[in-house]
């Protein structure tokens, strides 16, 4: 029988994820120091030609935004900051585990990523770049649940949809505690920017975000207009409606919100041929 402090012990463990390369332990504790040069950092990175080749392609896919411009880890700290680079080398490790936990999370997590900064852009007041790291980690607790309790979380998964429960519901029942409290926890151990463990901690609730809910209510309401667009899968098999909070936050316009559609349905369209089609 799981309880909650078993679930929160193993959550936090920083080896709970295999497929993290042993040396973005040493990237996540070289960026802690307030000293460290981007040099120093692209060299720990660049040790691990797998994921260079995986953060660089990352970067360069024209759905993140910079179309092949990127050639070097220097050259992408230089731009995107170190916090930004450091969320990302995680969510690139993720990958694969990803969308072994749930075949088409990873998808959906590059569409809130990539929805987020439309959204941030557009608000102006909260880095886009930031956003996007949020929307593309929001979801990882889901991962660490799913590797640390396999057939917990595949029941999870299945109670959702024959229950009609929304996933962090299910997830209640058999953990006691949701993937975005998880996450959150998994975000602290491996000591995550603020602004990414916010959005972790409550995109489903971004009325509780105080550290950074701009960036929470733009991975809510991405997380929301994704799953509108049946983009991947989030183990949710309905589509939920977005907190008054948020959209008081952003307070688009009708005209605004059919322009946000237009552009998001454009880049889904980008984000298919990226994964090479759409879902069938």
């Not at 040790?47 to 050639?71: C, E, H, Q, R």
């Not at 900064?117 to 880095?127: C, E, I, P, T, Y």
Request: proline content about 5%; overall charge negative.
């Amino acid at each position: 029988m799981l309880n909650i402090t078993t679930v929160r012990g193993r959550v936090e463990r920083t080896d709970a994820i295999p497929t993290i390369p042993p040396v973005l332990k040493k990237i996540v504790k070289a960026v802690e120091d307030p000293g460290v040069s981007p040099a120093s950092v692209s060299k720990l990175v660049s040790s691990d030609p797998a994921l260079t080749a995986k953060i660089l392609k990352a970067i360069n896919a024209a759905v993140y935004g910079f179309a092949g411009n990127i050639s070097t880890v220097r050259q992408a700290i230089m731009l995107l900051g170190l916090d930004v680079v450091k969320a990302l080398l995680l969510g690139v490790s993720l990958f694969e585990i990803m969308e072994q936990t749930m075949v088409g999370l990873w998808k959906h997590s590059l569409g809130c990523a990539i929805t987020a900064k439309l959204l941030a852009n557009r608000k102006g007041n909260v880095d886009p770049d930031e956003a996007s790291v949020a929307g593309l980690l929001h979801d990882v607790g889901k991962v660490v649940l799913g590797v640390q309790f396999p057939k917990e979380y595949e029941k999870a998964l299945a109670d959702a949809c024959d229950k009609g429960l929304f996933l962090f519901d299910a997830e209640y029942e058999i953990f006691h505690m949701s993937h975005a409290t998880a996450g959150a926890y998994f975000s602290q151990a491996w000591h995550f920017p603020k602004f990414a463990v916010d959005a972790i901690r409550y995109h489903h609730k971004p009325f509780l975000a105080k550290t950074a809910p701009v960036h929470t209510a733009a991975v809510h309401l991405a997380d929301i207009f994704v799953k509108a667009y049946n983009m991947g899968f989030s183990g949710d098999c309905f589509v939920p409606v977005g907190h008054p909070s948020a959209w008081e936050i952003f307070d688009f316009s009708e005209e605004q919100m059919k322009e946000i559609f237009v552009e998001i349905g454009d880049m889904i369209a980008q984000v298919d041929d990226f994964f090479g089609g759409p879902d069938d």
